[in-house]
């Protein structure tokens, strides 16, 4: 039994990977901090943190052997994307690991999802 699986798998920023959206953060936003509980705060003290099993999900796409191969998209039409890159270098997913560490393919920039998957395809 071959179980297939994608060769690219790819995440929205914003309430998909992490809350709140980046244009949520106005009045605030970079320089961010971590915190002792893995997540971060912006400059006017709004937390930001990873949504569900975000760590645990690209940990196990980037490290077990079943996914060999497979890479991890971020597409996103973010507000701002010099905070959200910020946030990608400085989220921990485990292992020694960030956002930024595990991410093979970056579309972030103003446009539709279509856009975004027409250019990693």
Known sequence: ????????????????????????LWGGGSPFKKNNDKTLTDRSGTRCYLMGNTAEILREIKTSPKWKGAKIAYCSCTDEPTWADECMRLFEIGDGMTLESVVDIKEIFKSSKSTHFRNIH
């Open 1 to 24: 039994n071959h179980e297939v699986l994608p060769k690219v798998v790819a995440f929205d920023l914003d309430a998909t990977l992490w809350y709140p959206e980046m244009y949520q």
